[in-house]
């Protein structure tokens, strides 16, 4: 009877956001806090608890540390991009590609949770604290072959159908016909690789991005500018997402090279930067950056763990043990990315 009840009772409707709200409670604030969960916050946390955006390229222990921030009292976000330049391009990818479930719920939930991030953002400018404490940002580098590597293993079995839909395009073979998804692989980083590495990314990456656009308008498929995208997303992420949004330099800190963590700040944040190999060791700084004592994270979405990673780390491997890998891989550790983080040193 009770859950009958409840099923014919009429559902209450969305509070209108022009009703009055409970004194001290901004309206802006509290309409973006609508959509903040989706970003990871816990919904249970009291609104007085401080906020910490991780935000960072992905694939750097990022889940497990938001899960330990959260655990030590904090409202701590996550995301991969909040720059308006990174939803353009999400969107795009979005609007291009062949509807599936993916790019139906993941992706589009990706980019609610950038746009409601990137208000809130824009709020702490504006307003510089709320309730008297500064918009805490932890982000992470990563050595960026093994971040590929790491990061196209993550997506594999939503990226898998577009690369095989990709080959069979070249093949010229009707929609339904069987192709191996993993030779399919290799054929797409047998063109991804070379181009990148002739576009010399280490003395920027527009040439890489414009080529491989170019390929695409040709043959009618994203799958070519969205890998080349990944391989060097990593060489540009902090220009496009850190310093605009904070005015923080990160890679002009000679300490990030040097001790694998950099801290600043300004009126509305303050930044904590630091290497993903050395993150244990610096476990401490972030227990300081923070202001709790014995701050620890525990392993979560750990690469090796996952079902695609024996089939397919072999196959990324091998395509940087080619000569054009070679040359690629000391194109990206060679980048002004690269040498900041001192990831230069590794060749």
């Given at each position: ?13 969305k ?5 009055p709200l ?6 802006t604030?509290?309409?973006?806090w609508?959509y903040?969960?989706g970003t990871?916050?816990?919904r249970?946390t009291p ?7 991780i ?6 222990a990022s ?10 009292g904090?409202?701590a976000m996550?995301?991969h991009?909040?720059s ?9 990818f979005v609007l291009?590609?062949q509807?599936n479930?993916w790019?139906?719920y993941s992706?589009m939930?990706v980019?609610?949770q950038?746009?409601a ?11 510089k604290?709320?309730?008297g404490?500064r ?6 580098t990563r050595?960026?072959?093994?971040w590929y590597?790491s990061?196209?293993i993550q ?7 577009g ?6 395009r070249r093949?010229?073979?009707?929609d339904?016909?069987?192709?191996d998804p993993?030779?399919a692989?290799?054929q ?6 070379p ?8 003395l920027?990456c527009?040439a890489?991005r414009?080529?491989?656009n170019?390929r695409?308008?040709?043959d009618?498929?994203?799958i070519?500018?969205y890998e080349?995208?990944?391989l060097?997303?990593p060489?540009d992420w ?8 904070f005015g923080?330099?990160?890679l002009?800190?000679p300490?990030?090279a ?6 600043m700040?300004?009126?509305f944040?303050?930044l904590?930067?630091l290497r993903?190999?050395d993150l244990?060791?610096?476990?401490p ?5 923070l ?6 994270i525990d392993?979560?979405?750990v690469?090796?763990?996952?079902s695609?990673?024996?089939e397919?780390m072999?196959?990324l ?8 890998g070679?040359?690629l891989?000391?194109e990206?550790r060679?980048?002004p ?5 001192g ?5």
């Open positions: 009877m009770k859950i009958l009840r409840r099923l014919l009772k009429p559902k209450k409707l509070r209108d956001l022009k009703a409970p004194p001290g409670i901004d309206p604030l509290s309409a973006i609508r903040l969960p990871g916050r816990p249970k609104r007085s608890a401080p906020d910490v955006l935000l960072q390229i992905g694939k750097v889940l497990a540390l938001q899960d330990a921030v959260n655990r030590y904090f409202n996550h995301s991009a909040v308006p330049q990174s939803q353009h391009q999400q969107l795009d291009a590609m509807p479930p790019s139906a992706m939930d980019l609610v950038a746009t991030l990137h208000q809130l953002l824009k709020w702490y400018q504006r307003h604290t709320r309730d404490h918009l805490k940002v932890i982000t992470l050595e960026p072959v093994a590597c990061a196209f997506i594999w079995t939503h990226t898998a159908p690369i095989a839909d990709w080959w069979r093949l010229n073979l009707p339904d016909a069987t192709v993993v030779e692989l290799r797409l980083l047998a063109e991804a690789v181009l990148v590495a002739a576009a010399r990314p280490s920027g527009d890489a414009a080529e491989a170019r695409a308008a040709m009618g498929n994203m070519v500018p080349v995208d990944r060097i997303r060489l902090f220009a496009n997402e850190i310093q605009p949004q923080f330099d990160v002009a800190a300490a990030l040097k001790g694998g963590v950099v801290r700040e300004n009126e944040s303050e904590l930067a993903y190999e244990t060791i610096n476990m700084e972030i227990g300081r950056f202001g709790v004592a014995d701050f620890t392993r979560r979405n690469t090796e763990d996952k695609a990673a024996t397919i072999p196959v491997k091998g395509a940087f043990a080619t000569p054009e070679r040359v891989a000391h990206l060679h980048s990315y690269g040498k900041a983080c990831y230069d040193r590794l060749d």
